[in-house]
Protein backbone atom coordinates (compact mmCIF):
# COMPACT_ATOMS: atom_id res chain seq x y z
CA UNK A 1 0.00 0.00 0.00
CA UNK A 2 1.19 3.36 -0.69
CA UNK A 3 1.79 6.11 2.11
CA UNK A 4 2.49 8.70 0.05
CA UNK A 5 -0.21 10.95 -2.22
CA UNK A 6 0.21 13.88 -4.79
CA UNK A 7 -1.30 16.91 -4.85
CA UNK A 8 -4.07 15.93 -7.08
CA UNK A 9 -4.72 12.97 -4.58
CA UNK A 10 -5.17 15.21 -1.67
CA UNK A 11 -7.36 17.22 -3.42
CA UNK A 12 -9.24 14.17 -4.38
CA UNK A 13 -9.66 13.26 -0.61
CA UNK A 14 -11.16 16.49 0.20
CA UNK A 15 -14.34 16.81 2.09
CA UNK A 16 -17.36 17.57 -0.65
CA UNK A 17 -17.62 21.62 -1.04
CA UNK A 18 -20.66 23.19 -2.84
CA UNK A 19 -19.30 22.20 -6.34
CA UNK A 20 -19.26 18.53 -6.21
CA UNK A 21 -23.08 18.48 -5.25
CA UNK A 22 -24.56 21.58 -7.08
CA UNK A 23 -27.52 20.61 -9.79
CA UNK A 24 -26.60 23.65 -11.38
CA UNK A 25 -23.91 26.20 -12.44
CA UNK A 26 -21.13 23.20 -12.68
CA UNK A 27 -18.08 23.34 -15.08
CA UNK A 28 -18.21 22.89 -18.72
CA UNK A 29 -16.75 20.01 -20.50
CA UNK A 30 -17.40 19.97 -24.05
CA UNK A 31 -17.31 16.24 -26.22
CA UNK A 32 -15.89 15.88 -29.45
CA UNK A 33 -18.70 14.42 -31.74
CA UNK A 34 -17.56 10.89 -31.11
CA UNK A 35 -18.46 11.30 -27.94
CA UNK A 36 -21.29 12.41 -28.23
CA UNK A 37 -22.30 9.43 -30.25
CA UNK A 38 -20.96 7.17 -27.60
CA UNK A 39 -23.06 9.02 -25.06
CA UNK A 40 -26.31 9.10 -26.93
CA UNK A 41 -25.67 4.96 -27.00
CA UNK A 42 -26.45 4.78 -23.42
CA UNK A 43 -22.43 4.37 -23.38
CA UNK A 44 -21.89 5.93 -19.12
CA UNK A 45 -18.05 6.65 -20.51
CA UNK A 46 -16.21 9.64 -22.25
CA UNK A 47 -12.52 8.86 -22.79
CA UNK A 48 -10.12 11.80 -23.05
CA UNK A 49 -9.53 11.35 -26.82
CA UNK A 50 -13.93 12.34 -26.67
CA UNK A 51 -13.02 15.53 -24.97
CA UNK A 52 -11.97 18.99 -25.85
CA UNK A 53 -9.38 19.13 -23.18
CA UNK A 54 -9.08 22.93 -22.99
CA UNK A 55 -8.78 25.46 -20.22
CA UNK A 56 -12.44 24.61 -18.61
CA UNK A 57 -11.52 21.22 -18.24
CA UNK A 58 -8.11 21.01 -17.27
CA UNK A 59 -9.34 23.34 -14.58
CA UNK A 60 -11.87 20.87 -13.21
CA UNK A 61 -10.32 19.04 -10.18
CA UNK A 62 -10.27 15.77 -10.16
CA UNK A 63 -13.23 14.08 -9.27
CA UNK A 64 -15.52 16.91 -9.64
CA UNK A 65 -18.65 17.08 -11.05
CA UNK A 66 -19.08 18.68 -14.65
CA UNK A 67 -21.78 19.31 -17.12
CA UNK A 68 -21.10 17.67 -20.58
CA UNK A 69 -22.13 19.46 -23.59
CA UNK A 70 -21.71 18.68 -26.69
CA UNK A 71 -19.99 21.12 -30.04
CA UNK A 72 -23.43 23.06 -29.95
CA UNK A 73 -23.55 23.40 -26.35
CA UNK A 74 -26.60 21.09 -25.91
CA UNK A 75 -26.90 19.42 -22.28
CA UNK A 76 -26.06 15.79 -22.47
CA UNK A 77 -25.50 14.57 -18.78
CA UNK A 78 -23.81 15.47 -15.96
CA UNK A 79 -20.70 13.31 -15.11
CA UNK A 80 -17.44 13.23 -12.64
CA UNK A 81 -14.81 14.19 -14.41
CA UNK A 82 -10.98 13.49 -14.15
CA UNK A 83 -8.34 14.42 -16.89
CA UNK A 84 -5.49 11.58 -16.07
CA UNK A 85 -6.87 8.64 -16.14
CA UNK A 86 -7.94 7.36 -20.09
CA UNK A 87 -11.90 7.13 -18.92
CA UNK A 88 -12.25 10.51 -17.92
CA UNK A 89 -15.99 10.93 -17.74
CA UNK A 90 -18.67 8.94 -15.76
CA UNK A 91 -21.90 9.24 -16.63
CA UNK A 92 -24.29 9.89 -13.22
CA UNK A 93 -27.12 11.50 -14.49
CA UNK A 94 -28.97 12.64 -18.36
CA UNK A 95 -31.72 14.19 -15.97
CA UNK A 96 -30.18 18.29 -15.91
CA UNK A 97 -32.52 18.52 -12.86
CA UNK A 98 -31.19 15.81 -11.36
CA UNK A 99 -28.68 17.42 -8.15
CA UNK A 100 -26.21 14.91 -7.24
CA UNK A 101 -25.82 14.97 -3.46
CA UNK A 102 -26.98 12.87 -0.20
CA UNK A 103 -30.65 12.46 -1.43
CA UNK A 104 -29.05 11.58 -5.16
CA UNK A 105 -27.57 8.71 -3.31
CA UNK A 106 -30.34 7.48 -1.42
CA UNK A 107 -32.54 7.09 -4.19
CA UNK A 108 -29.51 5.22 -6.07
CA UNK A 109 -28.57 2.73 -3.00
CA UNK A 110 -32.47 2.77 -2.01
CA UNK A 111 -33.29 1.12 -5.76
CA UNK A 112 -29.77 -1.45 -5.07
CA UNK A 113 -31.19 -2.40 -2.32
CA UNK A 114 -34.39 -3.56 -3.16
CA UNK A 115 -33.13 -5.39 -6.21
CA UNK A 116 -30.83 -7.51 -4.06
CA UNK A 117 -33.64 -8.67 -0.97
CA UNK A 118 -35.96 -9.55 -4.06
CA UNK A 119 -32.80 -11.74 -5.44
CA UNK A 120 -30.95 -12.70 -2.51
CA UNK A 121 -33.15 -13.28 0.35
CA UNK A 122 -30.36 -12.78 2.62
CA UNK A 123 -28.36 -9.80 3.69
CA UNK A 124 -24.92 -11.14 2.20
CA UNK A 125 -24.26 -9.79 -1.17
CA UNK A 126 -23.20 -7.66 -3.54
CA UNK A 127 -24.85 -4.33 -2.88
CA UNK A 128 -23.85 -1.80 -5.59
CA UNK A 129 -21.88 -2.74 -8.56
CA UNK A 130 -20.54 0.23 -9.60
CA UNK A 131 -22.03 1.75 -13.46
CA UNK A 132 -24.84 -1.25 -13.13
CA UNK A 133 -26.74 0.56 -10.20
CA UNK A 134 -25.79 3.87 -11.25
CA UNK A 135 -23.13 4.65 -9.39
CA UNK A 136 -19.75 4.40 -11.33
CA UNK A 137 -16.59 3.38 -9.36
CA UNK A 138 -18.33 2.32 -6.25
CA UNK A 139 -18.26 -1.32 -4.56
CA UNK A 140 -20.50 -2.11 -1.58
CA UNK A 141 -20.74 -5.73 -0.39
CA UNK A 142 -22.94 -6.75 2.67
CA UNK A 143 -21.89 -8.95 4.92
CA UNK A 144 -25.09 -8.65 7.46
CA UNK A 145 -24.37 -5.58 9.62
CA UNK A 146 -20.92 -4.99 7.91
CA UNK A 147 -20.39 -3.20 4.69
CA UNK A 148 -17.27 -3.40 2.33
CA UNK A 149 -16.83 -0.75 0.60
CA UNK A 150 -14.21 0.49 -2.55
CA UNK A 151 -14.26 3.73 -4.02
CA UNK A 152 -12.14 3.78 -7.33
CA UNK A 153 -12.99 6.93 -8.46
CA UNK A 154 -11.82 10.27 -7.57
CA UNK A 155 -15.16 11.45 -8.09
CA UNK A 156 -16.93 8.88 -5.55
CA UNK A 157 -13.93 9.60 -3.22
CA UNK A 158 -15.05 13.12 -3.31
CA UNK A 159 -18.53 11.75 -2.05
CA UNK A 160 -17.13 9.63 0.60
CA UNK A 161 -18.76 11.44 3.46
CA UNK A 162 -22.33 11.85 1.81
CA UNK A 163 -22.01 7.96 1.02
CA UNK A 164 -21.58 6.82 4.69
CA UNK A 165 -24.35 8.76 5.58
CA UNK A 166 -27.12 7.44 2.70
CA UNK A 167 -25.66 3.92 3.64
CA UNK A 168 -26.37 4.40 7.23
CA UNK A 169 -29.80 5.78 6.83
CA UNK A 170 -30.72 2.80 4.21
CA UNK A 171 -28.90 -0.08 5.43
CA UNK A 172 -28.17 0.99 8.80
CA UNK A 173 -24.83 -1.24 9.19
CA UNK A 174 -22.81 -1.68 12.31
CA UNK A 175 -19.03 -1.45 10.55
CA UNK A 176 -17.91 0.17 7.63
CA UNK A 177 -15.14 -1.19 6.00
CA UNK A 178 -13.22 0.93 3.08
CA UNK A 179 -11.21 -1.21 1.14
CA UNK A 180 -9.46 1.44 -1.19
CA UNK A 181 -6.75 -0.36 -2.07
CA UNK A 182 -7.43 -1.51 -5.92
CA UNK A 183 -4.66 -0.97 -8.13
CA UNK A 184 -7.89 1.01 -10.04
CA UNK A 185 -7.35 4.12 -8.04
CA UNK A 186 -3.71 4.58 -9.29
CA UNK A 187 -5.48 5.26 -12.54
CA UNK A 188 -7.42 8.19 -10.74
CA UNK A 189 -4.34 9.44 -8.61
CA UNK A 190 -6.12 8.20 -5.33
CA UNK A 191 -4.19 6.32 -2.70
CA UNK A 192 -4.15 2.73 -1.56
CA UNK A 193 -5.44 2.13 2.01
CA UNK A 194 -7.71 0.23 4.01
CA UNK A 195 -9.77 1.69 7.10
CA UNK A 196 -12.53 1.12 9.46
CA UNK A 197 -14.44 3.73 8.76
CA UNK A 198 -17.38 2.79 11.18
CA UNK A 199 -17.76 0.51 14.05
CA UNK A 200 -15.21 -2.19 14.72
CA UNK A 201 -14.09 -5.50 13.45
CA UNK A 202 -12.68 -8.46 15.56
CA UNK A 203 -11.31 -10.87 13.19
CA UNK A 204 -13.01 -12.63 10.35
CA UNK A 205 -16.87 -12.07 9.94
CA UNK A 206 -19.26 -15.23 8.87
CA UNK A 207 -21.49 -15.10 5.93
CA UNK A 208 -24.12 -17.17 4.27
CA UNK A 209 -24.16 -18.30 0.86
CA UNK A 210 -26.43 -21.45 -0.61
CA UNK A 211 -26.70 -22.95 2.65
CA UNK A 212 -23.59 -22.85 4.08
CA UNK A 213 -21.11 -20.99 6.71
CA UNK A 214 -18.06 -19.13 5.54
CA UNK A 215 -15.78 -16.46 6.24
CA UNK A 216 -14.66 -13.38 5.30
CA UNK A 217 -11.69 -10.97 6.17
CA UNK A 218 -12.80 -7.71 5.11
CA UNK A 219 -9.34 -6.08 6.44
CA UNK A 220 -7.07 -8.14 4.67
CA UNK A 221 -8.80 -10.80 2.27
CA UNK A 222 -8.74 -10.57 -1.45
CA UNK A 223 -10.70 -7.18 -3.38
CA UNK A 224 -13.54 -6.99 -0.75
CA UNK A 225 -12.92 -10.41 1.52
CA UNK A 226 -15.33 -12.46 0.26
CA UNK A 227 -16.40 -13.27 -3.94
CA UNK A 228 -20.00 -13.16 -4.31
CA UNK A 229 -20.06 -13.19 -8.09
CA UNK A 230 -19.40 -16.95 -8.09
CA UNK A 231 -22.58 -17.86 -5.92
CA UNK A 232 -24.57 -20.02 -8.66
CA UNK A 233 -22.14 -20.99 -10.29
CA UNK A 234 -20.73 -22.82 -7.03
CA UNK A 235 -24.03 -24.79 -6.87
CA UNK A 236 -24.32 -25.74 -10.00
CA UNK A 237 -20.25 -27.75 -9.55
CA UNK A 238 -21.94 -28.48 -6.32
CA UNK A 239 -24.73 -30.56 -8.60
CA UNK A 240 -21.69 -32.39 -9.86
CA UNK A 241 -19.90 -33.28 -7.28
CA UNK A 242 -21.79 -35.85 -5.38
CA UNK A 243 -19.45 -39.16 -4.39
CA UNK A 244 -16.99 -37.56 -6.49
CA UNK A 245 -13.23 -36.49 -6.17
CA UNK A 246 -12.69 -32.78 -6.51
CA UNK A 247 -9.69 -30.63 -6.69
CA UNK A 248 -10.44 -27.14 -6.46
CA UNK A 249 -7.96 -24.59 -7.74
CA UNK A 250 -7.63 -21.08 -6.40
CA UNK A 251 -9.63 -22.00 -3.55
CA UNK A 252 -9.49 -18.96 -1.93
CA UNK A 253 -11.68 -18.95 1.45
CA UNK A 254 -13.36 -22.41 0.30
CA UNK A 255 -16.68 -21.51 -1.62
CA UNK A 256 -16.45 -24.17 -4.24
CA UNK A 257 -14.81 -26.51 -2.27
CA UNK A 258 -16.93 -26.68 0.89
CA UNK A 259 -19.94 -26.90 -1.07
CA UNK A 260 -18.56 -29.83 -2.95
CA UNK A 261 -18.12 -31.54 0.20
CA UNK A 262 -21.90 -30.52 1.08
CA UNK A 263 -23.30 -31.80 -1.98
CA UNK A 264 -21.43 -35.22 -1.01
CA UNK A 265 -18.12 -35.62 -2.19
CA UNK A 266 -16.29 -37.94 -1.14
CA UNK A 267 -12.80 -36.01 -0.87
CA UNK A 268 -12.30 -32.18 -1.51
CA UNK A 269 -8.54 -30.62 -1.84
CA UNK A 270 -8.57 -27.28 -1.73
CA UNK A 271 -5.46 -25.41 -3.86
CA UNK A 272 -4.36 -22.40 -3.13
CA UNK A 273 -1.07 -20.25 -2.33
CA UNK A 274 -2.42 -18.04 0.18
CA UNK A 275 -2.12 -19.46 3.97
CA UNK A 276 -4.32 -16.90 5.33
CA UNK A 277 -7.14 -17.84 2.67
CA UNK A 278 -6.60 -21.54 3.07
CA UNK A 279 -7.31 -20.75 7.18
CA UNK A 280 -10.56 -19.13 6.59
CA UNK A 281 -11.69 -22.34 4.14
CA UNK A 282 -11.00 -25.01 6.83
CA UNK A 283 -12.72 -22.79 9.39
CA UNK A 284 -15.87 -23.34 7.36
CA UNK A 285 -15.56 -26.56 6.06
CA UNK A 286 -15.05 -27.52 10.46
CA UNK A 287 -18.37 -25.20 10.59
CA UNK A 288 -20.25 -26.52 8.61
CA UNK A 289 -18.99 -30.31 9.38
CA UNK A 290 -17.22 -30.89 6.34
CA UNK A 291 -13.44 -30.84 7.50
CA UNK A 292 -12.94 -34.67 7.23
CA UNK A 293 -13.42 -34.73 3.46
CA UNK A 294 -11.56 -31.56 3.33
CA UNK A 295 -7.59 -30.68 2.55
CA UNK A 296 -6.03 -27.51 2.49
CA UNK A 297 -2.87 -27.44 0.48
CA UNK A 298 -0.75 -24.40 -0.04
CA UNK A 299 0.57 -23.96 -3.48
CA UNK A 300 1.32 -22.69 -6.60
CA UNK A 301 -1.54 -24.10 -9.22
CA UNK A 302 0.64 -24.45 -12.29
CA UNK A 303 3.27 -26.17 -11.08
CA UNK A 304 0.93 -28.44 -8.68
CA UNK A 305 -1.41 -29.44 -11.77
CA UNK A 306 1.65 -30.47 -13.79
CA UNK A 307 2.82 -32.19 -10.56
CA UNK A 308 -0.35 -34.12 -9.98
CA UNK A 309 -0.45 -35.25 -13.46
CA UNK A 310 2.93 -36.73 -13.50
CA UNK A 311 2.33 -38.41 -10.34
CA UNK A 312 -1.27 -40.11 -12.00
CA UNK A 313 -3.69 -38.14 -9.58
CA UNK A 314 -7.36 -38.39 -10.95
CA UNK A 315 -10.10 -35.95 -9.87
CA UNK A 316 -13.97 -36.84 -11.22
CA UNK A 317 -14.08 -32.75 -10.57
CA UNK A 318 -11.37 -30.48 -10.97
CA UNK A 319 -12.69 -26.42 -10.53
CA UNK A 320 -10.32 -23.68 -12.03
CA UNK A 321 -11.04 -20.23 -10.80
CA UNK A 322 -7.94 -18.19 -10.98
CA UNK A 323 -7.71 -14.07 -10.88
CA UNK A 324 -6.90 -12.19 -13.80
CA UNK A 325 -4.64 -13.07 -15.88
CA UNK A 326 -6.22 -10.40 -18.59
CA UNK A 327 -5.52 -7.08 -16.49
CA UNK A 328 -4.93 -4.22 -19.03
CA UNK A 329 -5.90 -5.16 -23.08
CA UNK A 330 -1.61 -4.92 -23.13
CA UNK A 331 -1.78 -8.57 -21.59
CA UNK A 332 -4.56 -9.92 -23.39
CA UNK A 333 -2.73 -12.64 -26.01
CA UNK A 334 -0.45 -13.26 -23.11
CA UNK A 335 -3.47 -13.74 -21.24
CA UNK A 336 -5.56 -15.76 -23.38
CA UNK A 337 -2.05 -17.97 -23.43
CA UNK A 338 -2.21 -18.59 -19.62
CA UNK A 339 -6.24 -19.50 -19.92
CA UNK A 340 -5.60 -22.26 -22.59
CA UNK A 341 -2.34 -23.61 -20.56
CA UNK A 342 -4.82 -24.06 -17.41
CA UNK A 343 -7.32 -25.46 -19.22
CA UNK A 344 -4.88 -28.12 -20.72
CA UNK A 345 -3.27 -29.43 -17.17
CA UNK A 346 -6.72 -29.10 -15.65
CA UNK A 347 -7.71 -31.53 -18.08
CA UNK A 348 -4.89 -34.07 -17.50
CA UNK A 349 -6.08 -34.25 -14.18
CA UNK A 350 -10.01 -35.20 -14.92
CA UNK A 351 -10.51 -38.87 -15.00
CA UNK A 352 -12.38 -40.40 -17.70
CA UNK A 353 -16.09 -39.46 -17.45
CA UNK A 354 -15.75 -36.32 -15.06
CA UNK A 355 -15.75 -32.64 -15.37
CA UNK A 356 -14.19 -29.90 -15.36
CA UNK A 357 -15.54 -26.04 -14.60
CA UNK A 358 -13.46 -23.12 -15.66
CA UNK A 359 -13.43 -19.51 -15.33
CA UNK A 360 -12.41 -16.06 -15.86
CA UNK A 361 -13.17 -12.98 -14.13
CA UNK A 362 -11.03 -10.93 -16.35
CA UNK A 363 -12.98 -8.16 -18.75
CA UNK A 364 -10.55 -8.09 -21.26
CA UNK A 365 -11.13 -11.32 -22.50
CA UNK A 366 -14.63 -11.70 -23.29
CA UNK A 367 -16.51 -15.00 -23.06
CA UNK A 368 -15.62 -15.88 -27.26
CA UNK A 369 -12.02 -15.84 -26.48
CA UNK A 370 -12.12 -17.32 -23.26
CA UNK A 371 -14.17 -20.55 -24.50
CA UNK A 372 -11.98 -20.46 -27.03
CA UNK A 373 -8.65 -20.71 -25.40
CA UNK A 374 -10.68 -23.38 -22.90
CA UNK A 375 -11.27 -25.51 -26.29
CA UNK A 376 -7.88 -25.33 -27.63
CA UNK A 377 -6.90 -26.02 -23.97
CA UNK A 378 -8.31 -29.30 -24.12
CA UNK A 379 -7.49 -30.29 -27.67
CA UNK A 380 -3.65 -29.78 -26.29
CA UNK A 381 -4.56 -32.73 -23.60
CA UNK A 382 -6.23 -34.65 -25.99
CA UNK A 383 -9.87 -34.37 -24.26
CA UNK A 384 -13.05 -34.54 -26.13
CA UNK A 385 -15.55 -32.69 -24.29
CA UNK A 386 -19.01 -31.08 -23.78
CA UNK A 387 -20.34 -27.75 -22.95
CA UNK A 388 -23.04 -28.32 -20.44
CA UNK A 389 -23.44 -24.80 -19.38
CA UNK A 390 -21.80 -21.01 -19.95
CA UNK A 391 -22.48 -18.54 -17.19
CA UNK A 392 -21.75 -15.49 -15.98
CA UNK A 393 -21.74 -13.51 -12.45
CA UNK A 394 -24.44 -13.68 -10.27
CA UNK A 395 -27.63 -11.67 -10.56
CA UNK A 396 -25.90 -9.07 -7.54
CA UNK A 397 -23.92 -8.50 -10.21
CA UNK A 398 -25.91 -6.55 -12.87
CA UNK A 399 -24.83 -5.41 -16.07
CA UNK A 400 -25.13 -2.15 -17.64
CA UNK A 401 -27.09 -2.56 -21.01
CA UNK A 402 -24.17 -0.54 -22.85
CA UNK A 403 -20.85 -1.32 -20.96
CA UNK A 404 -20.03 -5.03 -22.07
CA UNK A 405 -17.10 -4.63 -19.50
CA UNK A 406 -19.04 -5.19 -16.50
CA UNK A 407 -20.13 -8.73 -17.96
CA UNK A 408 -16.43 -9.77 -16.45
CA UNK A 409 -17.07 -13.47 -15.38
CA UNK A 410 -17.13 -16.03 -17.49
CA UNK A 411 -17.73 -19.91 -16.24
CA UNK A 412 -17.42 -22.61 -18.40
CA UNK A 413 -19.02 -26.30 -16.70
CA UNK A 414 -17.65 -29.27 -18.96
CA UNK A 415 -18.35 -32.95 -19.11
CA UNK A 416 -15.03 -34.41 -20.19
CA UNK A 417 -14.94 -37.64 -22.22
Known sequence: MSDTASPAD????????????????????????HGVKRLRRGHPWAYSNEIEMNAAAKAVPPGGLVE?????????????FN?????????????RRDTVDRDFLLRRLSRAL????????????????AE????????????????????????????????????????????????????????????????????????????????ARFFADLEGGQKTG?????????????????????LDCYAFAGGFSVLAALAGAREVVALDRSQPALELAAMAAAANGVAERCRFTKGEVFHEL???????????????????????????????????????????????????????????????????????????AGRSARILRTAGAAPDHPVHPALPESAYLKAQFLALD
Open 306 to 380: QRQAAAGERYDLVIVDPPAFVKSKKDLAQGLKGYRKLARLAANLVAPGGYLVAASCSHHADVDSFAGQVRRGLQD
Open 226 to 246: WFYDQRDNRAWAAGLAKDARV
Open 10 to 33: DQASEPPDPAITAGSGLPVVTLKP
Open 114 to 129: EIREKLIGVPFYRLVH
Open 83 to 95: RHPLISARLLTAR
Open 132 to 211: ADGLPGLIVDRFGEALAVQVNTAGMERLTGPLIDALNEVVGPDTIVLRNDSAARALEHLPEQVTVAQGRLDGPLTLEENG
Open 68 to 80: LQDPAGEYQGTAF
